[in-house]
């Protein structure tokens, strides 16, 4: 081999290794795979989604779920315990609507109860049972034609490790969705737990 040949391989193995020292192997390039854009094109991904937003304890995901005239139901038991007077007549009501379910979840996801009695969780775990869509209803009501109810049995738990304490709810929640443009949104979320 000559002296030039020897010389060409060097200045290639050199090459070859300044050119691969920009590129780390134990260090792999990171790749951002969340989804940007919220689809909800169908009623299962949106529940899908919803679970995912309590899971990520995401308030700008949940907030892509809700139609913006969005409302929460309580079963008549839960008033006295957990409603609140929205119109001001003093009187606890049964329901609530967007801007306050958007306060109360980031409260959920990020401050802790309001009544300030319990911190943030440190996690949060939504599962809903989807059910196929032959159980799936249509909503009766006039101008809802396009709208579907589904009942979704349902396991919402907090966890909290310092104290080593977990608050649970079960029951079924009715979900009333609406599609709206090419999307799906939650109207109205009709709570018929077991606290």
């Known amino acids: 081999m000559t002296t030039r040949n020897r010389l060409a391989i060097l200045i290639l193995i050199c090459l070859s290794i300044f050119l691969n ?5 134990f260090c792999p390039k990171l790749v951002d795979e969340s989804i940007q854009e ?6 299962t991904e949106l529940l899908q989604n919803l679970e ?14 809700l139609a913006t005239h969005f409302r929460f139901e309580l079963i008549s038991s839960e008033v006295s315990l957990i409603g609140i007077d929205v119109n ?38 939504l599962r809903l049972q989807i059910p196929p869509e032959s159980d799936w209803e249509k909503d009766p009501e006039i101008g809802h034609e396009d709208w579907v109810i589904i009942g979704c ?14 608050l649970n709810a079960t029951g079924v929640a009715r979900f009333y ?8 949104y939650i109207s109205v979320w009709r709570d018929e737990s077991y606290l």
């Open 153 to 166: 049995h349902f396991s919402l738990a907090l966890y909290y490790q310092a104290s080593n304490i977990s």
């Open 88 to 125: 001001g007549d003093g009187i606890k009501d049964s329901w609530w609507g967007y801007d306050e379910e958007v306060e109360f979840t980031n409260n959920l996801f990020n401050r802790g109860s309001s009544d300030g009695l319990y911190p943030p969780p440190d996690d949060i775990q």
């Open 177 to 184: 969705l609406e599609p709206i443009g090419d999307r799906w």
């Open 52 to 65: 995912r937003a309590y899971k990520e304890r995401n308030i700008d995901l949940y907030k892509e779920l």
């Open 38 to 43: 919220i689809l909800n094109t169908t009623p």
């Open 21 to 25: 020292s920009c590129r780390n192997p």
